[in-house]
């Protein structure tokens, strides 16, 4: 089945340490996407990626870095320079940037900072 | 200025039929309304998009006026399952780039009573 796989599920980071997200998708989708969830919020987009080696930073990108080396493939890093890390971390992916095609999501990734 | 206005929450009971409107005063003529459906600890998945008048599948329908300025999603005989938080999004320009993606806003969180 077609879909998105995000890993790990939970994960727990001490201070000061970067750590890497992974998101992975075998739909042939062309754009990507992180996005960031907190207790009782919506989503915030961070990066998003529309084509191979091609990533643009959304509204809160500050803390985070991407690569986009493979279509199948968005990791997100979190890096000691992300005050406030402890959130929900959502990957979608779309057919294309065009934000009217659906967005496909991963299952999600729960980081805690300990 | 926010992209979509929904009410935060909603409360209903099983076997009524549940309308939850949200407002998108300035939505582009090339946006579509699409909306999501969240459970806790789950990814956004996708449930209905529509341009304009009425559109319908298995789970949903969506009612969109002329001017396009709000839509309507209606969910009939709702159960217990469909407590979830619900998701209104047009398209949004990403700053500074001249591309646009979702952007999700608190949604409206539904709560289906016995």
């Known amino acids: 089945d077609g879909g998105i796989t995000q890993s790990p599920k939970y994960l727990f980071r001490k201070e000061g340490q970067n750590v890497t997200l992974s998101c992975e998708q075998n739909?042939?989708?062309?754009?990507m996407y992180w996005y960031r969830q907190d207790p009782g919020q919506g989503l915030r987009l961070i990066y998003y990626?529309?084509?191979?080696?091609?990533?643009q930073k959304g509204d809160i990108a500050e803390g985070y870095s991407v690569s986009r080396e493979k279509k199948e493939s968005f990791p997100l890093t979190v890096t000691s320079a992300q005050k406030n890390p402890t959130a929900f971390y959502l990957c979608a992916s779309s057919m294309s940037s065009i934000a009217n095609y659906g967005y496909t999501f991963g299952s999600g990734t729960r980081l805690t900072v300990v | 200025l926010a992209k979509t206005t929904q009410p935060i929450s909603m409360d209903s009971y099983e076997g009524q039929e549940v309308n939850i409107t949200c407002s998108h005063n300035n939505i582009a003529t090339n946006d579509y309304i699409t909306w999501y459906q969240q459970f806790p600890s789950q990814g956004p998945r996708f449930i209905i998009q529509g341009y304009k008048t009425k559109v319908t599948n298995e789970v949903a329908s969506l009612f969109i006026p002329a001017d396009r300025k709000s839509s309507t999603l209606s969910l009939p005989r709702v159960s217990l399952s469909d407590t979830a938080v619900y998701y209104c999004l047009v398209g949004e320009e990403i700053r500074d780039t001249g591309r646009r993606a979702l952007t999700f806003g608190s949604g409206t969180r539904l709560q289906v009573q016995p």
């Open positions: 739909l042939n989708h062309d754009a």
């Open positions: 990626s529309q084509i191979v080696n091609d990533f």
